[in-house]
């Protein structure tokens, strides 16, 4: 069974602590795991932005080299077609104009040319006509190149920035006339002219993990970064790279603000260089939360093992306590259950020889003391509760040693540790039988008891009930006696009345066989061994009917019944009887309007009149009378009931006897008898059916004086019942002409049957077995059999199964051909058996073909 656990409050209590101190302990851990993650993740990321610093160095410094790789050998192109320009103005003076400048700078592949005066006036220009009315003196450049003039030797060649474009400028001094020649090439945007890529484009291929970025500035402006966004901005006019300006160059992580909340920056320098790197916040706290995550999860996983096995703890001694908790709730209930059965309870302490009660009767309270010496106790009782004559025996099984010795260990068992003594006491002036039982609650060292209970308790109405319990074994011990010898009386009896019929059948025939030639004694032997085989019928018939009363309970039919058709056939069969011993037999009929319209059960209506009128015949008189009437004695709620009253003046009953005439196989004349006069069965099976069928019976009798019989019965009245007789006077003599199947595993039993068919004119078909028999008929054309005669009790299949088996063959004859049992098995349930299997009619062995005759005319229309 299930039991539903609860836990006490202060368990509940200490489970609401812990949780609260794990759930506090678990917090601080996160809360240490995520601090420890977020450190451990700014070293990580640190490190991260010093390698990418490096790499941006690293890059930064091939790029200058190569930058400078290209300013000079560009200058020194340069510088070489300016001087070879010069050369060729020299020859060429007229050269010196526009046009024709403008033309060298297409061949030549530069920005510009221009061609100054020795007073740094400008006098030619290919495509810097910016510098046409300019004073070459008063620009920045003028005032580096002046002195090439006066020192025609000197060559000037530098790249310089103009408004964020790179020029390469060269100026030499001119072969023809006084002044210089400047040569201007601009450096193609993106492009390290003839050589690798720009900045950026050399640090394309770098990408940082975790969402980083770089930025490398020049001189406040961007010149390469990660991050399209920050490209060709000053660094003051972002806050993020402002921000990361501000912070140390000491190679570790600072927080920054950033546009979309706060970061992480790292600066460092290379050359003219700016570099930075920085991170989100996701960046350290990403993986701080899973790792916070990952440790909760573990600390959950850890605590939920922890508090599982806390739990089962709990849990085992949750039930070790509720298991103890009942236990003692048991003991009380025990106690208080003994209390309902014993009046008072006592423990013994047999060492200190001390009693202390436990539960005392109210009426005792007064006279015993809580606690006290047990031989006080025990004198106590024995003086003035118990009657003297249960003293002694209740002193000496009371003693200690006698408790000892018949409840020491080893005269005990798991089952037996107690023995209880009874006696009678004496209180408020009344006798009544009690009872005290001793059980053992310890032992000593020894084995032998150290504490008994000593439970009093009042049996009287055990003892009483105990005595009539054995005054009624007594008594059914004595009915049982009387019947068995009754059995053993009818025993003695039925074996001289069985051999008697046996013994004359059997001379008869033997008689017969002596003289074939003589036909009247052959009828006579045939008829008298008729007779004798109809009375060990009657005889056998008899007691089947009593075992089967004696072993069931009757089963009633409830169908229609015509009281003057039960008379008629009672008088058919007693009216010869009454002949042969010359006793006039009267049997009345009746003609109220109910009669022939009523509900009852025929067949044992008529086997209630029949034992009674059979007895009366029986044991009648020679050339006496017998007389059954019929007295309507009124209707009402639907039912009618009816007085037999069966009187003869034969030999009568004495008074003895008829107080228990009712008993099985019970006869007034016991002794040896030379005449069979019935088994003894006939009154006790009336008195069964007619309390089956809810009647009375009385008589009256004295001996020699002759005996009367009453029975009233009542029946159910139906208007709607109709007794068919339309059978009745269409009997026929013969079969002629009809075709039998006949099934009988017994060949004596096949012989007599079919010898009987064939004599009445009918063919016969055999079956020996059931199996045998379905075979027959599915093999069978339609009409090929009129009706089927079907043993019950045979091999491979019984008569029951080969009926269910017939009706269920795909065969035209399958449902409608008449089926008969001819069978040994005559009790009611037997015929019912074969009517549900199928059947159409029972007839019992042996089969009287007086019976037989009109039950086939009925079953298959044949009228001989």
């Known amino acids: 069974m299930n039991k539903k ?140 190149v002046a002195d090439i003039v006066d020192y025609p030797e000197k060559v000037y060649a530098d790249r310089v920035q103009v408004d964020g474009a790179f020029y390469d400028v060269c100026a030499v001094a001119r072969k023809d006339a006084p002044g210089l020649i400047v040569g201007f090439y601009e450096q193609p945007s993106g492009l390290i002219t003839g050589t690798e890529d720009d900045l950026e484009s050399l640090l394309s291929g770098l990408q940082l993990e975790d969402g980083g970025n770089y930025a490398i500035a020049e001189d406040g402006h961007v010149r390469a970064s990660s991050n399209d966004a920050l490209r060709d901005l000053d660094v003051a006019d972002d806050t993020l790279l402002s921000g990361i300006s501000a ?80 236990d003692l709730t048991h003991t009380v209930e025990m106690l208080k259950s003994l209390e309902s059965v014993y009046f008072t309870l006592f423990r013994v302490d047999l060492a200190e020889s001390r009693y202390q009660t436990i539960y005392l009767a109210p009426w005792l309270e007064d006279a015993v003391s809580q606690e006290g010496e047990y031989t006080e106790l025990k004198k106590l009782f024995l003086g003035t509760m118990v009657l003297p004559e249960y003293r002694r025996v209740l002193d000496k099984r009371m003693s200690a040693q006698f408790i000892r010795e018949n409840l020491s260990k080893r005269n005990t068992s798991a089952v037996r540790k107690s023995f209880y003594t009874d006696y009678v006491a004496t209180h408020g002036g009344a006798n009544r039988w009690c009872r005290v039982t001793v059980t053992v609650v310890d032992y000593d060292a020894e084995g032998q008891p150290a504490r008994v209970l000593a439970l009093l308790q009042d049996v009287d109405q055990e003892k009483k009930r105990e005595a009539d319990y054995q005054e009624r074994i007594l008594e059914e011990a004595r009915a049982a006696k009387i019947a068995n010898n009754a059995k053993s009386e009818f025993l003695r009896r039925i074996s001289h009345d069985v051999r008697t019929p046996i013994n004359g059948a059997k001379g008869y025939v033997q008689l017969a066989a002596a003289h074939p030639q003589d036909a009247a004694l052959q009828q006579h032997c045939r008829e008298q061994a008729l007779v004798s085989l109809d009375t060990l019928t009657s005889l056998v018939d008899s007691v089947l009917d009593m075992a089967k009363l004696e072993g069931s309970e009757v089963a009633l039919e409830h169908r229609c019944l015509d009281l003057n058709d039960v008379l008629n056939k009672v008088k058919a069969v007693i009216q010869p009887q009454a002949d042969a011993k010359g006793i006039t037999c009267r049997i009345a009929h009746v003609d109220d309007a109910y009669c022939a319209y009523l509900l009852g059960s025929p067949r044992h209506v008529g086997q209630v009149l029949m034992n009674l009128v059979g007895n009366a015949v029986k044991y009648g008189k020679p050339k006496g009378s017998v007389q059954l009437s019929i007295q309507f004695k009124g209707a009402s709620q639907g039912k009618a009931t009816y007085e037999f009253s069966c009187s003869d003046d034969g030999i009568g009953m004495g008074e003895e006897f008829q ?42 009798s004295a001996k020699g004086q002759g005996t009367t019989f009453r029975v009233t019965l009542s029946f159910a009245i139906d208007t709607a019942c109709r007794i068919d007789r339309s059978d009745v006077g269409n009997v026929p003599d013969s079969l002629r002409g009809a075709n039998v199947l006949l099934v009988e595993d017994n060949e004596m039993n096949m012989e007599i049957a079919e010898c009987l068919l064939v004599d009445l004119g009918a063919r016969v078909t055999r079956a020996w077995d059931g199996q045998e028999a379905v075979d027959i008929f599915a093999a069978s054309s339609t009409g090929a059999f009129d009706i089927v005669f079907m043993d019950i009790m045979m091999p491979r299949k019984n008569g029951l199964e080969a009926t269910r088996a017939i009706r269920a063959l795909d065969h035209p004859d399958a449902k409608t051909v008449p089926i008969c049992a001819m069978s040994a098995n005559a009790f009611h349930d037997d015929v019912q058996a074969s009517l549900d299997a199928g059947m159409n009619a029972h007839f019992a062995k042996p089969i009287d073909v007086a019976k037989l005759l009109p039950a086939i005319a009925k079953l298959v229309g044949f009228h001989g």
């Open 247 to 326: 912070a140390p160059n000491d190679a570790h992580l600072h927080p920054v603000r950033m546009d979309m909340g706060m970061g992480w920056g790292y600066r460092s320098e290379a050359a003219s260089y700016e570099l930075y790197v920085y991170y989100p916040m996701s960046a350290i706290y990403v993986v701080a939360l899973i790792v916070a995550g990952i440790v909760a999860v573990a600390y959950l996983l850890l605590c939920l093992v922890f508090f599982f096995v806390r739990a089962r703890a709990l849990y085992r001694n949750q039930e070790k306590l509720e298991d103890a908790n009942r």
């Open 5 to 144: 656990q609860t836990m006490n409050p202060d368990t509940l209590r200490a489970w609401d602590t812990s949780v609260r101190r794990a759930v506090v302990a678990g917090l601080a851990l996160i809360a240490i795991a995520f601090a420890v993650a977020c450190m451990a993740r700014i070293g990580v990321v640190s490190s991260l932005a010093g390698d990418v610093t490096a790499t941006l160095q690293q890059q930064c410094g091939s790029y200058e080299k190569l930058m400078a790789a290209d300013r000079t050998k560009s200058l020194f192109h340069l510088t070489y077609e300016m001087q070879q320009f010069s050369s060729y103005l020299a020859s060429n003076p007229d050269s010196v104009n526009d046009a024709f400048l403008e033309q060298q700078v297409g061949d030549l592949n530069l920005t510009g040319i221009s061609v100054i005066g020795g007073d740094m006036q400008l006098q030619a220009s290919g495509y810097t006509r910016q510098f046409r009315d300019t004073s070459w003196a008063e620009t920045s450049l003028g005032s580096l």
């Open 659 to 700: 107080q228990h005439m009712f008993e099985p196989f019970a006869q007034e004349a016991p002794g040896a008898r030379t005449v069979y006069e019935g088994s003894g069965t006939g009154l006790s099976i009336v008195k069964k059916l007619v309390e089956a069928m809810g009647g009375t019976i009385s008589w009256t």
